[in-house]
Every structure is written in structure tokens, then in C-alpha cells.
């Protein structure tokens, strides 16, 4: 249990304190053991190790394997969806990606902070404009916003994955902040956003 020295990561308790066998469950105790800190979305995901599977696999497939829109792209969209959500913790945790990804961090915070005045070209201006519709006001989404992204020389299959990575990230947003996932230090931000950048979202 959370004690006064140990607050409460998650709102459940429940869900806090009944990880499940999983590789989870391993990164947990291991962080505890060491007193590092460590993602609190861990706790949500050791909680149902099946599901946390199969969403996991689902966040690898849209984000990190092989699609004609870059990684580096996706996990901007990812960043920029969670800033529109007010989600400080997936927010922070994506940009950390997107700047290892890039290599420039005032590019990424730039674009998080305003696509308009950021250092973006004007074809990823565009599609993180579209993104914000999707994320904002996604019932009025129609074909003449995809014709400006054709325009823009993005294909059919690049605003599939975008789509995707937003609709993934609407979601993770809500899960996140509802379950009172909390950020962590800037420091270890970027020391797993690294990590992520690297190999993704599956840990086995």
C-alpha cells in the first residue's frame, strides 16, 4: 500500500496495488527496488496484463513499424494530440521521443507550443492542423480537409496512420489523466523517452 512516505501514484488504489504478473510488474519492483522513477502508466498496464498486451502491440504497429509517414512524425502527433488534451504526462513523455527521433528539441516544443510560428515545413504544419480537427471537432472532418493534406503531397495511407496516431493518443490521453497518471522529472522523461525512440513500445 501507499504509505505518507509513498503517495498514491493512481487515483485506484485497487488498480495500484495489484499488478499482475507481467513484464510490468517486473519494471515496477525493479524501479522500487532501485528508488528510480519509473512511468505510472506501468501500474494500469500491470493491473490487466492481456489487455495491456494487446494495446501495447496495437501502439507498436501504428506508431514504430514501417509506414510512409515517419516515426519521428507519429510521435509528434502523439505529443501535440496530448498537449490539446491537457495531458501533461503523455505529453511530456512523447515530446521526450519525438526529440530523440528529430534531434531538436526546440523544433519539437516549438510545434507542441504553436504550429503556426514553429520551424515545421509547411507540409507537417498542415497534417498536425488536420490532426488538431480530429482531436478538437472530429465530427466535422470531411474530404475537402484530406484533399488539403493531398494537396500538401501526403498520401492516403500517410493520413490512415495519422489518423491512427491521433485516435491512439485521444485515447491514451483519457485513460492517463482520468486514472491520475502523474508526470515524472524532465530527467527521466528523456532517459526513457530514449529508450523509446529506440525500440518502441513493446518490453517483453
Known sequence: ?????EPAALFLQDVENNPQPS??????????????EYWHIWNLLAFRPKAAYH??????EIMHEDAPISVAMRELIAA????????????KAHAAVA???????????????????SALPEKDK????????????????NAADVAVLHRQGWDDASVYYAIAACGLFNFYNRFVSANGVKP???????RFGARMAQIGYVRE
Open 1 to 5: 500500500m501507499a504509505t505518507a512516505q
Open 23 to 36: 513484464p510490468y510488474f517486473d519494471l515496477i519492483a525493479a524501479a522500487k527496488s532501485s528508488g528510480t
Open 55 to 60: 494495446l501495447v502491440r496495437f501502439s507498436q
Open 80 to 91: 501535440y494530440t496530448s498537449s490539446l488534451n491537457r495531458c501533461e504526462f503523455c505529453m
Open 99 to 117: 526529440v530523440h527521433l528529430y534531434g531538436d528539441s526546440d523544433l519539437v516544443w516549438g510545434a507542441i507550443r504553436d504550429v503556426e510560428t
Open 126 to 141: 498542415a497534417m498536425l492542423r488536420f490532426v488538431r480537427k480530429v482531436t478538437l471537432e472530429s465530427a466535422s472532418i
Open 184 to 190: 515524472v522529472s524532465d530527467e527521466a522523461f528523456l
